[in-house]
């Protein structure tokens, strides 16, 4: 009985795999004729100072809604776009579209704010990145300072090599932020050895925040290590008011989540602007 027992979950699980791979091929498939299509589009989650609650930047977040099976997230179809290497002609479409909305906005005469737009370690290894962002920047008209990239830290294991992109991107007036901070391998070599701006401590120390446990110990001295670095400290994945006012009350300078703003179409962003006068 139990080998067939055994035998069922064989099959169960095969035929599982199966499935995946039938999927994942699928997908690809289709990814590919989406990028040329309509059906890729940004959402733009605002980030806020802390202190003052107002906007200061926005993370663009990209979105594919499949003709068939509808919205699929991205925490699917990037890493199969970055295992097939279509994160490349991906990665660049979402840079332009991402500063040319910004430079839009600046010309139609809102206080300009930074975006953040999330780069693949892929993108970074390509050996004309930085020429590409360079070229983007001037096709699209946007202030260098007006960007900036977001490079997980998981990611951050080819240190030398990245180094030298990074300071070539600096060099350009981009800023660097670490997105997910404090899950990688890498988190406190990365700190002196790239020359970044901002620190995103990751969702999860968030989300297990209560003011009594060992995850605001932690949140607290990722915010003081930053502050001490110079760099900017951003919290991601604030769903709720206590959380918002503990990482106040502890000095970190923005915040970004569901309690502030989901991720907005560029229209519902622009009804939260501010004209300059
Ligand atoms: P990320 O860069 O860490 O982005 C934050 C993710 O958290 C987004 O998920 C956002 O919608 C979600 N989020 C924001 N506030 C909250 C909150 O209060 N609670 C919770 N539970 N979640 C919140 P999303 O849009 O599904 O993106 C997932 C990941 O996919 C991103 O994580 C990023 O690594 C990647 N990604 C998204 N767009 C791009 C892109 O254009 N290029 C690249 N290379 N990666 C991207
Ligand atoms: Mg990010
Ligand atoms: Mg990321
Ligand atoms: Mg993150």
Redesign the pocket.
């Known amino acids: 009985l139990a080998k067939k027992k055994g035998k069922n979950n064989y099959q169960l699980f095969t035929n599982k795999l199966k499935e995946q791979n039938k999927r994942k091929s699928m997908l690809e498939k289709d990814l590919r004729k989406a990028i040329k299509g309509e059906e890729l589009h940004l959402n733009y989650?605002p980030q806020f100072d802390l202190e003052t609650k107002k906007i200061v930047g926005l993370?663009?977040?990209?979105r594919w809604n499949h003709p068939t099976y509808g919205p699929i997230?991205?925490?699917e179809f990037?890493p199969l776009a970055e295992e097939t290497n279509l994160?490349l002609p991906l990665?660049k479409w979402?840079l332009e579209q991402a500063c040319q909305q910004n430079k839009k906005w600046q010309d139609e005469g809102y206080e300009p704010f930074r975006i953040a737009?999330?780069?693949?370690v892929k993108q970074l290894q390509q050996f004309d990145f930085v020429s590409s962002v360079s070229q983007i920047l001037q096709k699209t008209g946007l202030n260098p300072k007006y960007l900036e990239l977001?490079i997980?830290e998981s990611i951050l294991q080819d240190l030398a090599c990245l180094k030298h992109s990074i300071k070539k991107l600096r060099a350009l007036g981009v800023s660097i932020a670490i997105?997910?901070f404090g899950t990688g391998y890498s988190s406190l070599s990365v700190l002196y050895q790239l020359p970044i701006n901002s620190l995103k401590i990751d969702?999860s120390f968030v989300r297990n925040l209560n003011s009594t446990n060992r995850t605001s110990a932690i949140i607290k001295t990722i915010i003081d290590m930053g502050r001490n670095l110079d760099f900017y400290v951003v919290a991601?994945?604030?769903?709720y008011e206590d959380q918002a006012s503990f990482l106040c009350k502890n000095h970190c300078h923005i915040g970004?989540?569901?309690?502030f703003s989901h991720?907005l179409s560029s229209h519902e962003v622009q009804k939260m602007l501010v004209k300059r006068h």
């Open positions: 989650q993370e663009a977040l990209l997230s991205p925490g990037i994160i990665g979402v737009v999330n780069v693949s977001e997980t997105d997910d969702q991601e994945g604030i769903e970004q989540g569901y309690y991720p």
